[in-house]
C-alpha cells in the first residue's frame, strides 16, 4: 500500500530543479487565465497594454527561471527581474508579477555567496528602471516608487530570515550530533576500560602464579586453562562492545546484566582472589541500564581488588529490590587510591558518572582499618 510518507520520500528524492518547476507553470499559466489576465503588478501606473505575441516571452522570463530559484537563486532572480522589467515597462501588467516576490524572498533564504554585491546590483537596476518608467509618464512619484522598492526589501529580509533560521537549526543540529558522538566516545571508552582492565587483569595475575606452578603439572594446567578461559570471554566481551560500531549491525549488542555476576565472580576466584558472593532479589530479565550499571560496578570494584589487594578476601553483596539496585563491595586490603601511581581511579570516576545519570549514588573509598568498600545505589525503570 502506497502511503502519504512513501509519496513524500520519493519526491523529495527528485532533484530540486524539478520540484521547484510546478510553481513556476503555476504561475505562468495563471498569468494567461482569462480570469487573472490584466490583474498584476502595476509599478509605474502607465495605461495597461493588452497582450500580443512577446507577452508570452515575457510570462516566461519572469517565471520559468523560478524552477531555478533553490539550486541557483542569483541567475533565477536576475532572469526575473529582468522579465519583470520588460512587463512594466511594456505596460502589460501581469499576474506573473507576482514570481518577483517568490525570487527574492528564495535568494534572500538560498544565496551565499555575493549577497550585498546583488543587493547592491538590485537597488541600482530598479533605480533604472524607475528612470525609464518616469520617462515614459509614470505618475508613481518618488513616495510611490520608494514604497514598493521598500516592499522588495521586505521580501529579501523575509528570506534573509528564513536563511538565518535555518542555519541556526543546522548549526544546533551540529552541536547536538557532535555532543552525541562525544558521549559516544566517552561511553565506548569507559566500556573498554571496563572490559579489557578485568579479563586483562586477571590474566596478568593468573600468569604471574604460573611461575610458582611448574613443579605442579595438575595446577598449572589448570592455571593456564583459566588463562585461556579469560582471553577468550575477553575477546568475545570485545566483539559485543564493538559490534556497535558496525553500521550494518541490525541489533544493538548483548550487555552483560547483574544476572552474569556468578560467572565475573567465579572468573576473579579462578585469578586467586578469594570472593564471597551473596545476591538477594530476582534480577530482572531485560537488561536496562541500571542492571548494566551495577554489573561494571561489580567488575570495576573486583579488578581494583585484583591489582591491588590480590589474596585478600573480597565480599559481594547485590539486592535487587523494587525500585532500586544496592551494591556494596567490600575488601580487606587498600582501594586503589592507596595504591600508587598504578591506582588512577579513572574506572571508578566513570562509574560515578554513569550512577549520577541514572538519578543513583555512589560512593568508593577508605573504612575503618586496612580496608576498601564500594557502595552504589542505582534507580530501575520501575522507579518511574
Not at 174 to 188: K, M, N, P, S, W
Request: net charge neutral; glycine share 10%; proline share 5%.
Amino acid at each position: 500500500m502506497i502511503t502519504r510518507r512513501m509519496l513524500q520520500d520519493s519526491w523529495r528524492r527528485w532533484p530540486v530543479t524539478v520540484r521547484d518547476l510546478p510553481l513556476a507553470l503555476v504561475i505562468a499559466l495563471a498569468s494567461v487565465t482569462p480570469p487573472l489576465r490584466g490583474i498584476g503588478t502595476q509599478l509605474g501606473d502607465l495605461p495597461a497594454r493588452p497582450f500580443d505575441a512577446l507577452t508570452v516571452v515575457v510570462i516566461a522570463l519572469e517565471c520559468l527561471p523560478l524552477a531555478l530559484r533553490r539550486s541557483r537563486p542569483a541567475l533565477s532572480l536576475a532572469l526575473v527581474s529582468l522579465g519583470f522589467a520588460l512587463d512594466q515597462v511594456r505596460a502589460y501588467h501581469t499576474f506573473a508579477g507576482a514570481a518577483l516576490a517568490v525570487a527574492l524572498v528564495s535568494a534572500g533564504a538560498h544565496l551565499d555567496r555575493g549577497r550585498r554585491t546583488t543587493v547592491l546590483a538590485g537597488s541600482l537596476a530598479y533605480i533604472g528602471l524607475a528612470v525609464v518608467l518616469d520617462r515614459q509618464g509614470s505618475t508613481e512619484g518618488v513616495v510611490g516608487f520608494t514604497t514598493f522598492y521598500l516592499l522588495l526589501a521586505l521580501a529579501w529580509g523575509t528570506g534573509s530570515w528564513l536563511r538565518q533560521d535555518r542555519l541556526a537549526e543546522a548549526e544546533r543540529r551540529r552541536h547536538v550530533a557532535e555532543t552525541a558522538r562525544a558521549a559516544e566516545r566517552a561511553r565506548i571508552a569507559g566500556e573498554l576500560h571496563d572490559v579489557v582492565t578485568h579479563h586483562v587483569t586477571a590474566m596478568v595475575v593468573q600468569a604471574e602464579a604460573a611461575r610458582y606452578l611448574t613443579a605442579a603439572p595438575d595446577r598449572l594446567d589448570t592455571t593456564l586453562t583459566a588463562i585461556t578461559d579469560t582471553g577468550r570471554r575477553a575477546i568475545g566481551d570485545l566483539r559485543l562492545l564493538l559490534d556497535v560500531l558496525n553500521p550494518d549491525h541490525g541489533t544493538e549488542p548483548r550487555a552483560p546484566s547483574v544476572g552474569e555476576l556468578d560467572t565475573l565472580v567465579e572468573q576473579t576466584r579462578q585469578a586467586g582472589q578469594p570472593v564471597e558472593f551473596t545476591q538477594q532479589g530476582t534480577p530482572a530479565e531485560v537488561t536496562g541500564g541500571a542492571e548494566m550499571a551495577a554489573y561494571r560496578v561489580v567488575q570495576e570494584a573486583l579488578t581494583n581488588a585484583l591489582k591491588h589487594a590480590h589474596g585478600r578476601p573480597t565480599a559481594v553483596h547485590v539486592h535487587h529490590g523494587d525500585r532500586e539496585i544496592t551494591v556494596e563491595i567490600s575488601t580487606d586490603g587498600p582501594g586503589p587510591r592507596a595504591a600508587g601511581p598504578g591506582g588512577s581511579g579513572r574506572g571508578l570516576a566513570g562509574l560515578r558518572e554513569r550512577v549520577s545519570v541514572l538519578g543513583g549514588e555512589f560512593d568508593a573509598g577508605g573504612r575503618a582499618g586496612d580496608g576498601f568498600v564500594v557502595r552504589a545505589r542505582i534507580p530501575t525503570g520501575s522507579a518511574s
